[in-house]
């Protein structure tokens, strides 16, 4: 059964930094892809960032406008987002997704966590 399993969000003050997790299990994770998203109430789900599986290839959406610095280990099968200067409009639950790319970066992503919550507030 494949699990991913988001950890690290919670509430902060505007300026502050988080990194989150994204801990995978039954999947063969240095094959896959793994995408950040973010969905905020009564809003659209948005792009973060993914990571290629194995070349460190990174793609990067506008939702965190330059903030955001995406890693992962495929020894430790987990990804990591590292955010910055965190603002109120970063407010949402955020996402891990696991998937298979054919053409970079499109992913069809087959796996997702359950999100994690992260709370900017003064």
């Known amino acids: 059964q494949v699990q991913l399993v988001e950890s690290g969000g919670g509430l902060v003050h505007p300026g502050a930094s988080l990194t989150l997790s994204c801990a995978t299990s039954?999947?063969?994770?240095?094959?896959?892809?793994v995408g950040w998203f973010r969905q905020a109430p009564e809003k659209e789900r948005q792009f973060v960032a993914a990571?290629?599986?194995?070349?460190?290839?990174?793609f990067y959406g506008n939702a965190l406008n330059g903030r955001a610095t995406m890693s992962r280990d495929n020894i430790k099968n987990t990804a990591y987002l590292q955010m910055n200067n965190l603002q109120v409009e970063d407010t949402a639950v955020y996402y891990c997704?696991?998937?298979?790319?054919?053409?970079?970066?499109?992913?069809?992503?087959?796996?997702w966590g359950q999100g994690t919550q992260v709370t900017v507030s003064s």
């Open positions: 997704a696991a998937g298979i790319s054919e053409k970079w970066p499109l992913v069809d992503y087959g796996y």
């Open positions: 039954g999947l063969t994770f240095y094959t896959h892809v």
């Open positions: 990571m290629g599986p194995t070349d460190g290839d990174t």
